[in-house]
């Protein structure tokens, strides 16, 4: 229980949740572009978008 009078756990807890948030959805607009434009985008701009898509779990809080 956080006292009333100083920091609590919420602090500490509360920083994750937008990043992995940030990271989220980063990995599925990467992953959108990947799958569903995989015959309209060229092939290094296909190649670069499943690295991005590879990458962005990479960001993600320990």
Do not use: K, N
């Not at 009333?4 to 756990?9: K, L």
């Not at 920083?15 to 309209?40: M, N």
């Not at 296909?46 to 898509?53: L, R």
């Amino acid at each position: 229980m956080a006292r009333a009078d100083g920091p609590g756990f919420g602090q500490a807890i509360g920083l994750p949740f937008p990043t992995e948030g940030i990271a989220f959805f980063l990995e599925t607009i990467f992953l959108g572009l990947y799958l569903y434009a995989w015959d309209r985008l060229p092939p290094r701009v296909h190649e670069a978008t499943g690295g991005a898509q590879t990458q962005s779990p990479c960001m993600r809080p320990s």
